[in-house]
């Protein structure tokens, strides 16, 4: 067992008790569409979203009238995934985890994390997931609903103490982009934070 291990098993038993009463409404729902517009998506467009969840981003893309020209969600919870079906059955779901290699056989227009950056500890692997489903051309964009500092704030409230920064810095976000094969990186951090970066 990897020294990640144990948290990622206590974040998957959190998650699974906790799909039965997600919500998908109301501020999440704004936030996950503020979000898709961060992200640039366009109708008809495909999208491979990693740690989906019961499905906010789903749920956003319907709230805005996109019709995605493939969508794919993608996470470790199954009891998540259930959710994401009940509320949407024609989407096309895989449970998986991306830290380990993972390939479709058709590449996408976007690949999204978000509000799911804490709980990955290989973002080597992310990255290079990332890369290998994707389009050339294609973005991929790490985002989440609050700032760094919000993030250490609602730690601090719940009485969490992370062993590692929730959200990288964004020089080590870089260098992983550069590494597997991405260019044209950008990140913001006021508000909301998102890292964008474009596949070669």
Known sequence: ??????????????????????????????????????????????????????????????????????????????????????????????????????????????????????HFSDLAAVFANAQRNLLPGGSFMIAHSRTREGLREHHRRIGHNPQREPIPPDAELARLAAEHGFTAAISADEGFFRFACIRL
């Open 1 to 118: 067992m990897s020294e990640h291990q144990p948290s990622k098993q206590a974040d998957l038993a959190r998650f699974n008790a906790l799909a039965p009463v997600w919500d998908n409404g109301g501020e999440a729902l704004a936030q996950a569409q503020r979000t898709l517009s961060f992200l640039g998506f366009r109708d008809g467009q495909s999208l491979l979203d990693v740690a989906a969840g019961s499905g906010v981003i789903l749920a956003a893309l319907h709230s805005l009238g996109l019709a995605p020209g493939r969508y794919l969600a993608v996470d470790i919870s199954a009891p998540m995934l259930e959710a994401l079906l009940r509320s949407f059955p024609e989407a096309e779901s895989q449970c998986a985890d991306f830290e380990q290699p993972f390939q479709t056989p058709a590449a996408f227009d976007h690949v999204l994390l978000y509000n799911s950056i804490p």
